[in-house]
């Protein structure tokens, strides 16, 4: 077991194992509508917070990290604090989970919620494949 997972705290290794199925889920659904799981699109990752300085260091960490952050504000319909997290990349296994286990790492640290992740699907005749 990694340090990072023995470190988790009780139910986060079971929370990071959900994202992690989810993902095999969410890349099948990608898959059945023709995806190209090589091409580059911009993925984005959504992660939330109960106090707003846990939101800003979340966000300049992931900045360090080669991601986008952006700071989504309340809304009526929702008061909670959240960071949209994009980065340009392939939405392949390998990529996906390595992205939702670094982020969902880093929400940790900074005691947020990561929530899950979305991405257009890019098909043969639009794509940026390798």
Excluded at 24 to 44: E, F, K, N, S
Excluded at 76 to 105: H, M, N, W, Y
Aim: aromatic share 6%.
């Amino acid at each position: 077991m990694s340090k990072f997972l023995q470190k988790l705290k009780d139910g986060k290794v079971g929370a990071l194992a959900e994202e992690l199925a989810k993902n095999q889920q969410t890349l099948a659904a990608l898959a059945r509508t023709g995806d190209v799981p090589t091409a580059l699109r911009m993925v984005d990752h959504f992660v939330y917070f109960d106090q707003d300085s846990c939101r800003q260091d979340y966000a300049m960490a992931v900045v360090e990290h080669g991601y986008i952050a952006e700071l989504l504000d309340p809304t009526p319909k929702s008061t909670a604090l959240g960071v949209l997290v994009r980065k340009q990349q392939c939405a392949d296994r390998e990529s996906i989970d390595e992205a939702v286990i670094e982020l969902f790492q880093l929400a940790e640290l900074h005691d947020g919620e990561y929530d899950g992740w979305g991405c257009a699907v890019v098909h043969a005749d639009n794509r940026g494949a390798k």
